[in-house]
């Protein structure tokens, strides 16, 4: 699983920083969480095809975080891009849907995206849920509907090669079939996958907070993240102004990824009204040790 952090501005760009967007490259698949003015751009930069992202997964309708979707559709059209794009994001996914259809073809004669473009508007709970992984979202608190986004992987428990041969399923793919939950029959008898595979294992978690405020949601939803990424917008003595636009401090980032029992904490979507940041990381580090603050075109692996 690799993460690139596209863009770590919140509402106003910066020299070094642009509008809110991060990529995921896992399970095969190019997907994008959240997708600011400038994005395609940064794609470029961090040499990330867009033709090759699958999906995009919107938190909110701010412009901060949605106003690169227009010019991102349009480049995939213009360079022949035939797969399907699915994008998700909470209620009022529909009047983005109808913005972006009237800013990119005004004139009706003008023909329609020339590949499949599927619009899923969601809410709280499973998103997806494949043999690789799951993906869930979770309402959070904003001043508009918001939502989280976890991204888990699936791992299969471990297959005990020598106890199969003991109980004597022959080397093959009668082993391949048993590791994928299928019982077998050998020499009449059924030898079922419980009995050659190891505990369940857990496999890596990334959780996204998207804007908020800290609440319980989101402690709950980020629980045991190897990488929680939460927005860091003001330090801590601006808490008074986190809390009239309904957005978290450093500190408050630290709290939900420590009570959350995460790994890892990844601070973003930084206010410009600070050109030094180190204070947010050092305000957070006092509380939770082990926080990175994300810079644009950043690469994290897991």
Known sequence: ME????GTASAVHSY??????IALKAFGETMLFDCGEGTQR???FAKISPMKISKIFITHYHGDHILGIPGLLQSMNFRGRETKLTIYGPRGLEDLRQAVLNLSFPNLDF???????????IDSGTIIENDEYVIKAQRVKHNTITLAYSVEELKKPRFLRQKAIDLGVPVGPDFGKLHNGQSVEVNGKIIKPEQVLGPPRKGNKITYSGDTMPCEEIIGFARDSNILIYE???KEEDKDKANQHAHSTSVDAANIALYSNSKELILTHFSTRYTEIDDLLEEAREIFENTKLAKDLMKVEL
């Not at 993460?3 to 596209?6: N, P, R």
């Not at 070094?16 to 967007?21: C, D, E, I």
Request: charged share 10%.
């Open 16 to 21: 070094t920083r642009s509008h809110s967007s």
């Open 232 to 234: 860091s917008t003001y």
């Open 111 to 121: 023909p329609n995206f020339n590949f499949p473009i599927e619009w899923i508007e």
């Open 42 to 44: 940064q794609l470029i």
């Open 3 to 6: 993460i690139t952090f596209l």
